[in-house]
C-alpha cells in the first residue's frame, strides 16, 4: 500500500468530528490502528486480517433513510461493504453504489461518521459512514442476490431494533449537522 493512500485514508478519519465520547473512542482507536502500520483491508472473506475497513453510504432524502433488507446479516442496513484493497473507502462507495443500487456519478462527500463493530464474534468492522443527499424519485435497481428489498424510512420509523448497533447515533448526528 502506498504512503500516500494511508496518509489520505488517515486524513479523512482525522477530519471527522465526533458526536459523542463513544465516536471519539473509535476515532482514536482507529488512527492508531492507522500509524501502526496495519493492513487496512480484508484479503479473504469473512475475517482476514480481523480488522479491517467497511462502508456505509447513506441515502438521504431530508429526514428519510434508504435502508436494505440484507440477506445474510437479516438486518436492514444502509448500503455499504468492504473497501478492497488498494481503494480509498470513497472509491468504494462509488464502486458500491453502482453495484448494490445501479446509481453512478453521485459526488460522494467525506466521510462523516465513524464506528467500529465487532462482527459475528470473529471479525472488525472500521465503517466509514457517509450522507449522500438525494431524491427518492432517484432510480434505484437494487441488487436481488444481496438483499430482499430496498425501502425508504422516514427517520421516526426507522427500524433500530433489526439494524446496525450505532444506526441510531448517525441518525442523530445527521440531525446535529443540519441543525
Do not use: C
Not at 446479516?73 to 472509491?91: C, F, M
Amino acid at each position: 500500500m502506498s504512503r500516500a493512500l494511508r496518509a489520505a485514508i488517515r486524513a479523512e478519519i482525522s477530519s471527522i468530528i465526533p458526536l459523542d465520547a463513544l465516536e471519539a473512542e473509535h476515532l482514536q482507536a482507529t488512527l492508531a490502528w492507522i500509524d501502526s502500520g496495519a493492513e487496512l483491508w480484508r484479503r479473504e472473506k469473512p475475517a482476514t486480517p480481523p480488522e479491517h475497513l467497511s462502508t456505509y453510504f447513506a441515502l438521504v432524502d431530508g429526514s428519510s433513510l434508504l435502508l436494505v433488507d440484507h440477506k445474510n446479516a437479516g438486518l436492514w442496513l444502509p448500503t455499504g461493504g468492504h473497501v478492497d484493497p488498494g481503494e480509498h473507502p470513497r472509491d468504494a462507495v462509488a464502486r458500491e453504489l453502482l453495484e448494490e443500487l445501479g446509481v453512478s456519478g453521485l459526488p460522494v462527500p467525506a466521510a462523516s461518521f465513524l464506528t467500529r463493530t465487532e462482527v459475528a464474534g470473529h471479525h472488525l468492522d472500521v465503517t466509514l459512514w457517509y450522507a449522500l443527499s438525494v431524491s427518492r424519485t432517484l432510480p434505484l435497481r437494487y441488487d436481488q442476490t444481496e438483499f430482499n428489498e430496498a425501502r425508504w424510512f422516514d427517520f421516526d420509523q426507522l427500524p433500530y431494533s433489526d439494524s446496525d448497533p450505532h444506526l441510531a447515533r448517525f441518525i442523530a448526528k445527521l440531525a446535529k449537522m443540519s441543525a
